[in-house]
């Protein structure tokens, strides 16, 4: 048999897959995962992954392939390992995109019923006052409060609901202030107003 590198990638006529596994083995007829070793013409159980672990002397789940060079053992055994690294990193990408799912749905989830919580105070509100009495209605701009704003506009046609201009200018000004050229400025203006403070009434 040849060394590893010298294997070929095309599909072994008869085989049922490209597996390198089956240059060594050949399945035998009418018994689903039964492999019979080209080189020992022993009979292994378990399917290609089984028959794999026989070639390259992974003897927890099977007998070891007594013909077998060292050259193809070593191959199969690094065949087996990369496998095996190649199913972990599957399995944590897979756990990973699911834990950011389920974190993903219970945010939307919170923001649900938020919008809910929001909506409904609102309408209490409505009600209590009365509804001909009220003509705008001003809140945050926060996501929760725009949605649940225009769910109560879509319900009570002359309501009119708008974002706070104060709140809107403290965003504004928020992200100014990340800007590096005014975050330093403001630093500095801080420790000096820190200073006054400090000492104005010693």
Known sequence: MPPRKEFPTKRLEGAPSNDIGWHFGTPVPNAKGNIICKLCG???????????????????????CPIVTGVIRESMMNILKESNTKKIDKKRRKHEFLSQLREEEDEHEEFIDEIFAIRQATQEIVEEIRENYIVQIVTDNEAA??????????????????????????????????????????????????????????
């Open 42 to 64: 022993k009979v292994v159980k378990g399917g290609i992954t089984r028959f794999k672990e026989h070639i390259a002397h992974k003897t927890d789940n099977v007998a070891p």
């Open 145 to 202: 409060m725009k949605a649940a704003g225009k769910k109560l506009m879509l319900k009570r046609k002359h309501l009119y609901w708008t974002s706070c201009a104060a709140h809107c200018l403290d965003l504004c000004l928020e992200d100014i202030g990340k800007r590096l050229s005014v975050a330093k400025v403001l630093d500095e203006a801080k420790k000096v107003t820190c200073f006054i403070y400090k000492y104005t009434w010693t």
